[in-house]
């Protein structure tokens, strides 16, 4: 297993590019007769998956708390991770739905400039709303697999749980509610049909609260009354509506281990929209690489 060594940053238009480095440590040093007179042939048989993770808003904290949860990831030797933070112009916490437009207004501009997204074969929008980007995206570099933390997590939910169990979101502010509500109804096709969906209970905090904007005994606390209200709903999957969530499963797990007794605690779903989107784009471009022509 890698361990992670070494970061070198690339600085774009004020946009920040994360390059994790991996060290394996390991060396195997096999020596054989050859021989040398032989005709030799290579061909090529394996590619790599670069997969970069997209902060729109411009807090470099928030992004170092998506890639702690990235190192907690089993990937295969041949997915590359990258990150990016959005330039200066963006905003810093992603609160609203002027924020929402905002960030993807820059972003937007910040890639067209500098042609950065030629290089990947995968991005993952890490914004836990209906963000423009991912259409966005989609839509002006088809070459990639695209997809947001919000529309990740979803189809791992369902895609985890049995057809009679129910899942829900636990988010930051109140304006949160309809938004992420109305999203998952649009996303799936259907306003009225979905029942699985339990619905989305919030914290009162902001994404940057998350990262030392509050004392984290408060943020426990309002997490774990958001979980239990969602809890009481009889859920079996809690996700975690924020970028900035990733790393607090364990806060959310004790609370149903509180109330539910421990093994139900242990077989309660918590969903990180990061690590999920990774395994959805892993799958992703191999499948585009399946069913595409290139």
Known sequence: MGNFTQHESLHLAGAVILRIHLDFGNHLDISRDYDTTATMSTAFVRRTTKILILNPNSSASMTNGVEEA???????????????????????????????QQSADV??????????LKEYDAVLVACYSVHPLVHFIQENWPHLAVTGIFEAS??????????????????????????????????????????RFAGVE??????????????????????????KRLLDRGVQAVVMGCAGMAGLEDIIRSVATEGRGEEAGKKLLVIDGVKAGVGLLEQMVRNKRMFQRS
């Open 202 to 227: 919030t914290t009162g905090l902001n994404a940057g609260d998350f990262h030392g904007g509050v004392d984290p005994v408060v943020v426990r606390q309002k997490l774990c009354e958001a979980t």
């Open 154 to 195: 979803i189809v791992t939910s369902l895609s985890l749980l049995p057809y009679q169990d129910n899942w829900g979101i636990v988010t930051t502010g109140k304006f949160w509610e309809k938004h992420l509500s109305d999203g998952v109804h649009h996303f799936v096709g259907s306003e009225n049909s979905n029942s």
């Open 70 to 100: 990235i190192r907690g990831i089993n990937l295969p030797l041949s997915t590359e991770i990258y990150t990016y933070t959005a330039p200066p112009a963006s905003p810093a916490s992603i609160n609203d739905g002027d924020d929402v």
């Open 107 to 116: 972003v937007l501009r910040n890639l067209q400039e500098t042609g950065i």
